[in-house]
Every structure is written in C-alpha cells, then in structure tokens.
C-alpha cells in the first residue's frame, strides 16, 4: 500500500473530468486500497482519484464514527435526488482548512460498482449523502468553493497560494 500526495486547490489538475472505469482489475483494486489508506491517513470522510491525479471514476468514502466502514463507489451515477436541499458545512482535504456552507441534495441515489466489480445501488442520507455529492463534483473536476461567492472563492485562492509558498521556503 502507498500514502499519495493529495492535489491542493488552485491546481488545475483538479479540474480535468475523469473518464469511466474500462475493467476492475488488479490495477484499479490496488488504487482503491492506496486511496483508503491515504484518506484514513489524512482523516477525511472521503477521497475521489481526481485528488491524487489519477482521472478515472473512483471514490472511496467512510463516514462511520469508528472509521471502520469502507465505501467504494465504481462509475457511480446518481440516479435520484430528492425533492429537498439543505445547506451543509463541507470541507475539503484539497482546500485544508476552509469550510464553508454548500446547498446538497438531502438525499441521493446512486448506483456503482464496488472493488469486486459488483453492481450495486446506495440509498443515501445525511452525511453520506452530502459526502458522495462532494466526490463525485470532484470526479467531474467541480471543487466545493466554486459554489462560494467570486469573493469568498478569490481570497481563498489567494490563501491557498501564500501557504504553498511559505512551505516551499
Ligand atoms: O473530498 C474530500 O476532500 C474529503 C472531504 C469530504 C467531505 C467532508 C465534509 C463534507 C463533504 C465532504 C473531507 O473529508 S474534509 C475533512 C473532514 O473529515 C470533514 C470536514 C467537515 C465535516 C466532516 C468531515
Ligand atoms: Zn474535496
């Protein structure tokens, strides 16, 4: 298994839209149990490939207080949104340090295959909801502060910035 390093917003990479999933095979297992270590690592609730640089459909999520259920999502594709929506404080491990209100879905839908290659449909509420929304905007090369103000959005970039460039000094 390998920790990979997670892009940081305003790289561009994280705007490329990733292309489906052609076989789950070894290759695509073995990123799936790299991007699970990495999100446990960096103790966030979820991980799409975007965030690593790998531009193929994959999200691994797991919002269990024990940290002990891991949630792969294949291809996923929302198939139902409720009629509701509420705003939800996100976070983001490619924005570290922002949080910030995003309007989501209450609940979604979605089917996808798991790391076996399984085909299955996630009924989801609450904060897997709000997190498989967030993953697969990521997937689609959207980060959550491009639902912020320009303003907000601009100082921001601006944060983001200053702080690469004081840890690369
Ligand atoms: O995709 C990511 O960058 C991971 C992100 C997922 C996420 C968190 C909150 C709402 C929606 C999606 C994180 O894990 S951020 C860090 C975190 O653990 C967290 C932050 C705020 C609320 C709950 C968890
Ligand atoms: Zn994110």
């Given at each position: 298994m390998a920790l990979l390093p997670i892009l940081c917003y305003p790289?561009?990479?994280?705007h490329k839209v990733a292309k489906p999933v052609v076989a789950v095979d070894a290759r695509i297992q073995s990123l799936v149990r790299d991007m699970l270590e990495t999100m446990y690592e960096a103790k966030g609730i979820g991980l799409a490939a975007t965030q690593i640089d790998v531009h193929e459909r994959v999200i691994v999520m797991d919002v269990s207080e024990d940290r002990d259920q891991p949630l792969v999502l294949i291809n996923p594709e929302l198939v139902w949104t409720s009629p509701t929506r509420h705003i939800n404080e996100e976070g983001c491990l490619s924005v570290p340090g922002i949080y910030d209100g995003v309007e989501r879905f209450d609940a979604v839908h979605v089917t996808a295959l798991d790391d076996r290659g399984q085909s299955r449909t996630i009924e989801a509420e609450e904060l897997l909801a709000v997190c498989i929304q967030h993953e697969m905007d990521h997937l689609m090369g959207k980060v959550f502060v491009e639902y912020l103000s320009p303003l907000k959005r601009n100082r921001i970039k601006t944060k983001m910035i200053k702080a690469k460039r004081e840890e690369e000094r």
């Open positions: 790289d561009p990479k994280l």
